[in-house]
């Protein structure tokens, strides 16, 4: 069992960053690639970035593509995800997913923090 808790997000302008982290628990971290999903108001869930159990190899969603990094530690049990030049239509919620398989989620969801972006 692998519990997930989301922090660091907020309201930012139009061009700014906002770093996401992912806290979990549970020993077996590090047996699970990560993702980022989000869901914005009216629309469905969407996967954002998948970052694989070492942390070698990642992959994004166009729409996020060169603006935004996944990382981890897995000494710390957390997951990253740096924004950058964020845009009024990253306004989400965003959720830490455990368990990702290609843009799948995993069984594992935190309660997701807010990401609002204003133009």
């Known amino acids: 069992q692998v519990q997930l808790v989301e922090s660091g997000g907020g309201l930012v302008q139009a061009g700014g960053s906002l770093r996401l982290s992912c806290a979990a628990s549970?020993?077996?971290?590090?047996?699970?690639?990560m993702g980022w999903f989000r869901q914005a108001p009216g629309k469905e869930r969407e996967f954002v970035a998948r970052?694989?159990?070492?942390?070698?190899?990642?992959s994004y969603a166009d729409s996020v593509k060169g603006r935004f990094t996944i990382s981890r530690d897995n000494a710390k049990t957390t997951v990253y995800l740096q924004m950058n030049n964020l845009k009024p239509e990253d306004t989400a919620v965003y959720y830490c997913?455990?368990?990702?398989?290609?843009?799948?989620?995993?069984?594992?969801w935190g309660r997701g923090t807010q990401v609002t972006v204003s133009s």
């Open positions: 970052i694989s159990r070492s942390g070698a190899i990642t």
């Open positions: 997913n455990g368990g990702v398989v290609g843009q799948d989620p995993g069984d594992y």
């Open positions: 549970g020993r077996t971290f590090s047996s699970f690639a």
